[in-house]
């Protein structure tokens, strides 16, 4: 007998599919699934940190340009990100204890993906996303997908996955959280990339005066759109892990990478979540000792509280019609297809939507409820009768007098047109300023003959 011979093990296990869902697990991340800015070996990194106190040199694949894209960091809105994170501290004692009352109770693998199939059958994102779950994964969850390039048109081609992270590091991976998560991914990342593919400007963004994919405009709405949406579901709305994000970038022009790490543990207690805040942000730098650091997950916090400090003045659904910036709304709003674009579950009601964006601003002191729009109040309803005199009484009164006649209709009234005639009922704001000429005129004609208006 043959000897069948023995296949290697594969680092991924077979991609299994339920009900249309492709499901499948990594060992190690794929590289097409990862970004230049991910350092080598993190995890081996990590423990020999935290064990053995021994101090990081990050290798990573990224070029000069790269690393400098977003080496620029900004102090705008570090008040507003420590009030937030004093707020944490004063109400649970830390962030720890926020993150178990945010989110829920931890919960397995399995449960977490029948939580996400069930997300995506109710937005009709089944046959279209694949979950992918990697142990290695530097963050929580990402979006990604693959196909042809960009120039040659072809969206339908495109595949879309889901990664994400396979380990107790998740802080998403609890009862409630899971599901914020797929707010903030699939909820947002992956229908804008679905919708703008249905888009004219897909492949010719800069023919159409849009910005690239990767400006800094677009990222801060990109990443703030989703932090809003990632707290729609959580029990306190707290704006506590961009508020972190933001406030590490700005301490790590002051500190080194010890003592960056050391200084959060007033607002983390979490060992494995202060080095991947620490890590993230000193990434980029040849030498971690020096102060400095990488300011681009301050897009998180800064693209929320522009959101949230204009909210009666974005068009949401707009928004929605592909990957586009708060600033490239009124460019695109005659060019946007939208009777074909999805929208989540959640932006069904663009009124109660809006409502729970005025709380999570209130509740994180973004806008003051004194600054709150009439819109938002409640008023009590008031039954006033009022009574209207007869028209008769006063029509001798007000009848204008011939003279005043004439002087309005020289000025005003071309010679062509009938003043006197009606203007027909339109929904259009703009077919109210241009009368059809053949409108015909429902007035009764006087048995007086007509005055010569236009005779001066």
Sequence with gaps: ?????????????APRRTNSIVIQSFDETPNRFKSKLDPINHLELRDNFLERGQIPQFQICASHNQKARH????????????????????????????????????????????????????????????ICWSKDLLCSGK????????????????????????SKENMFLREHGIVCLADHEIGTHYLRMYNDGLQPWFSQRQQFGIGRLRSKKLLETEEGLATINTLLKAKHQLLWKPALLYYTACKSLEMSFQQLYDHLGTYVRDSNYRWKLVMRVKRVLDDVNDVGGYGKDQCYFTGAVQLLRNIDETDFVLLYSGR??????????????????????????????????????????????????????????????????????YSKSCQPSKKTVRTFCNRIAPQSSSIMSPIPYSPHKWMLSKRPRSCPNT??????????????
């Design 324 to 393: 586009i910036s708060v600033e490239e709304l009124p460019r695109i709003r005659r060019l946007a297809r939208m009777n074909c674009i999805k929208l989540p579950t959640f932006l069904q009601d663009v009124a109660k939507y809006k409502q729970n964006l005025w709380n999570i601003a209130v509740v994180n002191n973004l806008v003051s409820k004194d600054k709150l729009s009439p819109k938002r109040a409640k008023l009590k309803k008031i039954n006033i009768s009022v009574t209207i005199p007869s028209a008769k009484k």
């Design 71 to 130: 080496i620029d960091i900004k102090f705008d809105l570090l008040p507003e990100a420590v009030a937030v994170l004093e707020k944490v501290c004063s109400m649970f004692g830390s962030g720890d204890v926020f993150l178990n009352k945010t989110f829920g109770d931890k919960i397995t693998v399995d449960e977490a993906t029948d939580k996400v199939k069930g997300y995506l059958y109710e937005n009709n994102c089944n046959n279209q996303v694949k």
């Design 143 to 166: 979006m990604c997908w693959h196909g042809p390039c960009i120039q040659a048109n072809r969206p339908e081609a495109r595949t879309f996955n889901l990664l994400l992270q396979n």
């Design 443 to 456: 007035f009764e004609k006087s048995k007086e003959k007509p005055h010569p208006l236009w005779k001066c």
């Design 1 to 13: 007998m043959r000897k069948k011979k023995e296949k290697s093990r594969k680092a991924s296990s």
